[in-house]
């Protein structure tokens, strides 16, 4: 019998795979309707998503399938929504993000940053969570935090190593040999054990940081992480005429404060967590302190010297950085005129690039400029023969590191969201969640972070706002809700993924390194996720409200049974 069950076990996404669509199979059969057949398939992709029987990008390839054969939209149609501005700007900021790691640059922004802040316990917190947290803006969360740990522990090595060495000073075996009492052995074994299990918790509490703050900073930019880049898609899909309302200069000018407020209160809570309420102590002013501070900031000084001095493809990429983030900012600030506002309107005023025009332009500067000063130089495999360098981006390098199954997975996100409103299943989704409009909005947004929060705890992010957002901007139309004012709180919800190690890449990452329990992470976790939907709450009830005008329904977002059509836009949310 038991041998049985460990066969079925071991064959159970097999099983998964092969009976999930006959058990839902009654639903297309009995209620033989579009917006059925619609939701046939995103039940089925959702739990197909949550067990990851198939790879997500596999399963994000469904709608090319099931919607022709289910007559919802045609195949052209479908394919289309798998490669859209969204995706173009998804590579484009990728490509650009592997060259600042192909180069070393993040690893020398981190520890100059490190070297500036300082090492005392409490500040050393604080320095890799900035490094992180502004690292994890520009490139991967996950390449952010294979980065920074191995770092920390090297700190934390050398915290340990010069610790014991002072104890060790600190011992006199003269007047061992005169008092060798049991109560002075009983002591002396207490003290160090309890600097053991001061040791350790600082030890979570600096893994712990790394992979928050990575999942924190994420939320600052539009690139930052996939769930935001989901959120643009799909208001561009769902809300044609919307004006390019999310732009990288809007996100930032929303999300940014937020991070910033989130990242200091996740500081204090782990300082208190992992440190205690001493802060004396915890800002290094105890006795041997000032000794363990030079010790580790003498490794993070010998890292910083390994890396020698910036080379010319260092520079090239800081510069070329530079100007892609001063492009995405000035494209169309919507505060005052932008270069793509000016020089690159069409008949309607609207700019026609995106900013995924920009990330493109960035990257292919990149595949043509040289990786050290232009010149010529032998060929080391074939002597007498001339060698130009390579440029700063080969397509090997893009390859190697492109996370092509993201791509995917965006774009079945897309087609998930275009399907749902073809069929007519948003628009029966928002009938039947009109009952919210007695609930206060502010009230509703923070129910809906908090399911998104614990949701994302146990599937993909992505996959979180994917199945999330079509359904809350048919909520918004019914109630006449702005659609920002609950999409974009849940989007930056489904990156609270504190309390498990599976939840996300950096949470796996920071365990794997061993020296945490699961009920550690929950433990901070949790808390951790309740500050974080405080926060979000704060910042779209406040400074969000002018940035999107979500104090009114906007005209974009009327559908064609809309009930707000019968009144002019009203107020939804109270000004700041």
Excluded at 353 to 366: H, K, Q, R
Excluded at 373 to 388: E, M, R, V
Aim: aromatic content about 10%; hydrophobic content about 50%.
């Amino acid at each position: 019998m038991a041998t049985c069950w460990q066969g079925l076990w071991a064959y159970r996404f097999y099983l998964i795979v092969l009976c999930l669509p006959i058990f839902l199979l009654p639903l297309p059969i009995i209620v033989r309707t579009k917006e059925a057949y619609c939701a046939y398939s995103i039940i089925l992709m959702a739990l197909l998503w949550c067990t990851e029987a198939l790879p997500l990008a596999v399963t994000a390839m469904f709608p090319i399938i099931l919607f022709p054969l289910m007559g919802i939209m045609d195949a052209s149609e479908v394919c289309i929504e798998y490669f859209k501005d969204t995706n173009i700007l998804f590579v484009g900021g990728l490509m650009v993000a592997i060259a600042v790691e192909h180069w070393n640059l993040h690893k020398r922004i981190a520890l100059r940053v490190l070297l500036i802040i300082g090492v005392r316990p409490a500040l050393l917190l604080l320095g890799f969570m900035l490094v992180t947290a502004f690292l994890s803006m520009w490139i991967s969360n996950t390449a952010t935090t294979a980065m920074m740990l191995p770092i920390g522990h090297a700190v934390l090595e050398q915290l340990r190593g010069s610790q014991k060495d002072v104890e060790e000073g600190c011992e006199n075996p003269a007047f061992e040999l005169q008092e060798t009492s049991s109560q002075k052995e009983v002591t002396k074994l207490e003290q160090r054990a309890q600097k053991t299990q001061e040791r350790h918790r600082f030890s979570q509490g600096l893994s712990l940081c790394i992979c928050y703050s990575a999942s924190i900073g994420g939320i600052a930019t539009l690139t930052g992480t996939t769930p935001n880049l989901v959120l643009q898609g799909q208001v561009n899909s769902i809300f044609p005429e919307n004006g390019n309302v999310v732009n990288f200069a809007s996100w930032f000018g929303f999300a940014f404060p937020t991070m910033i407020i989130l990242l200091l209160l996740a500081w204090l809570w782990l300082q208190v967590l992992f440190l205690g309420f001493n802060f004396r102590k915890n800002f290094g002013f105890g006795q041997g302190e000032e000794e363990q501070k030079q010790a580790a900031f003498q490794v993070i000084k010998t890292q910083h010297k390994l890396l020698g001095p910036m080379s010319f493809a260092e520079k090239t990429v800081t510069v070329l950085f530079v100007v892609l983030v001063v492009l995405w900012f000035t494209r169309e600030p919507g505060f005052f005129p932008g270069w793509g506002d000016t020089a690159f309107a069409n008949e309607n005023g609207q700019s026609m690039a995106s900013d995924g025009t920009v990330a493109i332009f960035i990257s292919l500067v990149m595949f043509v400029m040289p990786s050290d000063i232009p010149g010529l130089t032998q060929d080391p495999k074939k002597p007498g023969k001339l060698k130009a360098p390579p440029a700063i981006l080969t397509w090997k390098t893009v390859n190697d590191k492109m996370p092509w199954n993201i791509v995917i997975l965006l774009g079945g996100g897309f087609a998930l969201a275009k399907g749902s409103e073809r069929s007519g299943l948003s628009e029966w989704l928002g009938d039947k969640l009109t009952p919210l409009q007695h609930v206060p909005p502010a009230a509703t947004v923070v129910i809906l972070c908090l399911l998104v929060a614990i949701f994302t705890e146990c599937t993909s992010n992505v996959a979180t706002t994917t199945l999330f957002l079509p359904i809350l901007a048919s909520m918004a139309q019914a109630i006449c809700l702005h659609p920002l004012y609950a999409m974009l709180p849940c989007t930056l919800a489904a990156s609270l993924a504190f309390m498990l190690p599976v939840a996300t890449p950096p949470n796996a990452i920071v365990f794997s390194f061993g020296g945490l329990k699961v009920t550690d992470m929950a433990r901070a976790g949790f808390l951790l996720n309740i500050i974080g939907v405080l926060a979000i709450t704060l910042s779209i009830n406040s400074w969000s409200v002018p940035i999107f005008s979500l104090n009114t329904f906007p005209p974009w977002a009327h559908s064609n049974t809309s009930q707000c059509l019968l009144s002019p836009p009203t107020s939804t949310v109270p000004a700041p």
